[in-house]
Nanobody, 115 residues
Framework: AQLVESGGGLVQAGGSLNLSCATSISTFSNFHMSWYRQALGNERELVASISPGGRTNYGDSVQGRFTISRDNAKKTLYLQMDFLKPEDTAVYYC??????????WGQGTQVTVSS
């Protein structure tokens, strides 16, 4: 399966970006989807996740600023990022997983927030 992230870029602090993760997963609606990020020198961390049923979960640092969503018809995952901070600067990855199936990762998209 292919996962392709897009929507990253350079934005000033306080601004917004909307990331997309287009997939080729035929059974996308059955997959648990997540956004992770990895800043230079840091470990990859969970940003947000959404279950097949739409239940969402957020990391403490992005709670209230980021919104994860999915469009099962388009097989696409989204991350709306508002009130961005310089510490949000990282490469953002989407991940797809389902019990008993391989875990799929995208190639990542760079988000840079200037102060």
């Amino acid at each position: 399966a292919q996962l392709v992230e897009s929507g990253g870029g350079l934005v000033q602090a306080g601004g917004s970006l909307n990331l997309s993760c287009a997939t080729s997963i035929s059974t996308f609606s059955n997959f648990h989807m997540s956004w992770y990020r990895q800043a230079l020198g840091n470990e990859r961390e969970l940003v947000a996740s959404i279950s097949p049923g739409g239940r969402t979960n957020y990391g403490d640092s992005v709670q209230g600023r980021f919104t994860i969503s999915r469009d099962n018809a388009k097989k696409t995952l989204y991350l709306q990022m508002d009130f961005l901070k310089p510490e949000d600067t990282a490469v953002y990855y989407c991940k797809a997983n389902q019990m008993g199936r391989p875990v799929y990762w995208g190639q990542g998209t760079q988000v840079t927030v200037s102060s």
